[in-house]
């Protein structure tokens, strides 16, 4: 479908361009120079003393997880309200994903009182993910995990350029994980990152990322080693020269396009209290700088509007159904993971108890939100939002 407003869109130009071609003439396309300068660049911008580029974000969680060393048995707490790679990334490692609530219907990341409740003498860590670009509570989830010597990893794939503190999220925690998928503030089509402060841990990441060869296909070309050993059961989570030189490129960018998303979200936020009141936007007060990755709202209970009787699980579809004969992309972030089929057969007899996840993941709907997006866009879809749920009535 040609879409007038996008739910989401690239900010690409000459420069990313420009980035590609000189790869393409340098004749080196597999992980090289151009890869080192990336992680270089990324590590200077958050702040991390390493920074280790791969494949894409799944590919970043599941090495986070393999060398925090989970194994079966092992219990990770972690939000139901994300991406499925989250969970699925412990899963690979044998260990268990273990669902916590979120706080509220006003902060959709998890709850530091939840993460108390769901620890058990197997748990071995914490995966935290700043929902949207917005900061999780760090402080206190950071002096719970060192009381209890818990792992803490940051799913930090929507959180680009956002800060708490006077730290760049991903590097609170142990081991930080990026995304550079297509739709996110940066963006190399796929790709992923991941941040550590701890040098064997990078070491260990570098290493798992490459088949665990002591030497890379760069380095031989570069005559900087013949031959190479074999010292781990790695993986092919290489990422190539020319999307590192896209990321390059991109992070260039990204604290202005961010800035941007938070003009945008502001607006968003104005127009929607004074012109559909009964849309409720979280994250009213966030705490640090966050990235605005995507726009989050709740739209009403049905109930509270007085539909034509519906379903209650058609009553979002049915929005987002009008939404888009207004030519307006919206979607929905997240089906909660302990919804979908794998984790119900994960342990069948569990009652998984999310009642604040619950709510949100009934009433969210997620509203067009990109750099390049106009103001005039965003007018455009508050008024149709309005003039959608004006229908529903």
Same mark, same amino acid.
């Given at each position: 479908?040609?879409?007038?407003?996008?739910?989401?869109?690239?900010?690409?130009?000459?420069?990313?361009?420009?980035?590609?071609?000189?790869?393409?003439?340098?004749?080196?396309?597999?992980?090289?120079?151009?890869? #080192?300068?990336? !992680?270089?660049?990324?590590? &200077?911008? $958050?702040?991390?003393?390493? %920074?280790? @580029? *791969?494949?894409?974000?799944? +590919?970043?969680?599941?090495?986070?997880?393999?060398?925090?060393?989970?194994? #079966?048995?092992? !219990?990770?707490?972690?939000? &139901?309200? $994300?991406?499925?790679?989250? %969970?699925? @990334? *412990?899963?690979?490692?044998? +260990?268990?994903?273990?669902?916590?609530?979120?706080?509220?219907?006003?902060?959709?990341?998890?709850?530091?009182?939840?993460?108390?409740?769901?620890?058990?003498?197997?748990?071995? @860590?914490?995966?935290?993910?700043?929902?949207?670009?917005?900061?999780?509570?760090?402080?206190?989830?950071?002096?719970?995990?060192?009381?209890?010597?818990?792992?803490?990893?940051?799913?930090?794939?929507?959180?680009?350029?956002?800060?708490?503190?006077?730290?760049?999220?991903?590097?609170?925690?142990?081991?930080?994980?990026?995304?550079?998928?297509?739709?996110?503030?940066?963006?190399?089509?796929?790709?992923?990152?991941?941040?550590?402060?701890?040098?064997?841990?990078?070491?260990?990441?570098?290493?798992?990322?490459?088949?665990?060869?002591?030497?890379?296909?760069?380095?031989?070309?570069?005559?900087?080693?013949?031959?190479?050993?074999?010292?781990?059961?790695?993986?092919?989570?290489?990422?190539?020269?020319?999307?590192?030189?896209?990321?390059?490129?991109?992070?260039?960018?990204?604290?202005?396009?961010?800035?941007?998303?938070?003009?945008?979200?502001?607006?968003?936020?104005?127009?929607?209290?004074?012109?559909?009141?009964?849309?409720?936007?979280?994250?009213?007060?966030?705490?640090?700088?966050?990235?605005?990755?995507?726009?989050?709202?709740?739209?009403?209970?049905?109930?509270?509007?007085?539909?034509?009787?519906?379903?209650?699980?058609?009553?979002?579809?049915?929005?987002?159904?009008?939404?888009?004969?207004?030519?307006?992309?919206?979607?929905?972030?997240?089906?909660?993971?302990?919804?979908?089929?794998?984790?119900?057969?994960?342990?069948?007899?569990?009652?998984?108890?999310?009642?604040?996840?619950?709510?949100?993941?009934?009433?969210?709907?997620?509203?067009?939100?990109?750099?390049?997006?106009?103001?005039?866009?965003?007018?455009?879809?508050?008024?149709?939002?309005?003039?959608?749920?004006?229908?529903?009535?």
């Amino acid at each position: 479908m040609n879409w007038r407003i996008a739910l989401s869109d690239i900010d690409f130009d000459i420069e990313e361009s420009k980035a590609v071609q000189d790869v393409l003439n340098s004749r080196w396309l597999s992980m090289g120079e151009e890869t #080192k300068q990336f !992680e270089a660049d990324f590590a &200077s911008y $958050t702040g991390a003393k390493h %920074a280790i @580029a *791969v494949t894409n974000a799944t +590919a970043a969680l599941h090495l986070a997880c393999v060398v925090s060393g989970l194994q #079966k048995g092992d !219990e990770v707490i972690l939000p &139901s309200l $994300t991406f499925v790679a989250t %969970a699925n @990334a *412990v899963r690979y490692t044998g +260990a268990t994903p273990v669902f916590a609530d979120i706080e509220s219907m006003q902060s959709l990341n998890i709850s530091p009182a939840s993460i108390a409740k769901h620890l058990t003498k197997k748990t071995r @860590a914490i995966m935290v993910v700043h929902y949207a670009g917005f900061p999780c509570d760090m402080p206190a989830i950071m002096q719970f995990a060192r009381e209890h010597k818990l792992i803490v990893i940051e799913d930090a794939a929507h959180s680009a350029g956002a800060w708490l503190e006077d730290r760049h999220l991903g590097t609170w925690g142990d081991i930080g994980c990026f995304s550079f998928f297509s739709n996110k503030n940066m963006t190399t089509g796929e790709g992923g990152m991941l941040v550590t402060n701890d040098d064997a841990l990078a070491e260990q990441l570098r290493l798992l990322r490459s088949h665990g060869m002591t030497s890379l296909s760069w380095d031989r070309h570069k005559g900087h080693a013949q031959t190479y050993d074999v010292i781990a059961l790695g993986y092919n989570y290489r990422i190539d020269e020319i999307r590192s030189a896209i990321g390059r490129a991109q992070l260039k960018k990204l604290d202005r396009n961010n800035a941007r998303r938070k003009e945008l979200t502001i607006l968003y936020r104005e127009l929607l209290a004074e012109l559909v009141p009964s849309i409720s936007v979280p994250f009213a007060e966030a705490a640090g700088v966050p990235a605005y990755h995507i726009f989050p709202i709740l739209i009403p209970k049905r109930g509270e509007i007085d539909p034509i009787m519906l379903p209650v699980d058609n009553y979002r579809q049915l929005f987002m159904d009008g939404m888009k004969t207004h030519g307006i992309q919206t979607s929905f972030h997240y089906p909660p993971i302990h919804h979908f089929n794998l984790y119900k057969e994960q342990e069948p007899h569990k009652k998984v108890d999310l009642p604040i996840t619950e709510e949100v993941c009934a009433q969210e709907v997620t509203l067009p939100l990109y750099s390049t997006m106009t103001k005039e866009n965003v007018r455009f879809v508050v008024d149709a939002a309005s003039n959608v749920l004006e229908k529903m009535r």
